[in-house]
Structures are given as structure tokens and as C-alpha cells.
Nanobody, 124 residues
Framework: QVQLVESGGGLVQAGGSLRLSCASS????????MGWFRQDPGKEREFVAA????????YYADSVKGRFTISRDNAKNTGYLQMNNLKPEDTAVYYC?????????????????WGQGTQVTVSS
């Protein structure tokens, strides 16, 4: 069983930066792909970024490409999402997720474990 806990959300002005962290309690985290999704009230959950088990491959939604960077430190069982040049439309609850077997990186139903989410609010 893997438990994920996000942190690092908050309120920031447009153009600012935040770094989200996703800490895992399970030692098997190193073998899992990890993804970040976000959801605004009244909208569907949206793919943001994903990274494979060893950090060698990353994927990004077009809306965040060039502004967000996903990474992981398997020695610390922790994943990260560095968010730069934030925009008001980035406002959402951000969730990290882990995937036991390599499946579609951008599909939320292909992930097995989820964190509780952290709120990111970007003011204009």
C-alpha cells in the first residue's frame, strides 16, 4: 500500500512560483510512475505532468509545458512539481498520483494511488 501526501500549495500572484511536493510512505514508490493532476470546482480532473519510475521520461500537458517541471528523488520517496510563471488559470487543487504498472500517463483512471490534494491559488 502506498500513501501519498502533497504539500507546498498556497496563494501566489500571477508570474510567481511554487514547488509542490508529494511524499510517499511506501518503499515501492521507486518502482512507480508518478503523475500530477489538477481539478477546479465544476470541472473534470486534468492531467498536468507525469514522470516514469527513474525520472528518465517526463510528460506535460500543453498548457504547462515550458513553465512546470516534474521531478523525483527516489532516495527520499518524494516527487516534485516546480511551477513557474503561474497564471490565474492554474488555480486548482493539485493531486499527485502513483501508477504501479506503466499505462497511460495522462489518464487519471490508470493511476492506483492518490494524495489528498493541495490548493494552489493564483491571483491576477
Amino acid at each position: 500500500q502506498v500513501q501519498l501526501v502533497e504539500s507546498g500549495g498556497g496563494l501566489v500572484q500571477a508570474g510567481g512560483s511554487l514547488r509542490l511536493s508529494c511524499a510517499s510512505s511506501g518503499r515501492t514508490f521507486i518502482t512507480y510512475a508518478m503523475g500530477w493532476f489538477r481539478q477546479d470546482p465544476g470541472k473534470e480532473r486534468e492531467f498536468v505532468a507525469a514522470i516514469n519510475w527513474n525520472g528518465g521520461t517526463t510528460y506535460y500537458a500543453d498548457s504547462v509545458k515550458g513553465r512546470f517541471t516534474i521531478s523525483r528523488d527516489n532516495a527520499k520517496n518524494t516527487g516534485y512539481l516546480q511551477m513557474n510563471n503561474l497564471k490565474p488559470e492554474d488555480t486548482a487543487v493539485y493531486y499527485c498520483a502513483a501508477q504501479r504498472y506503466s499505462r497511460r500517463f495522462n489518464v487519471d483512471t490508470d493511476y492506483d494511488y492518490w494524495g489528498q490534494g493541495t490548493q494552489v491559488t493564483v491571483s491576477s
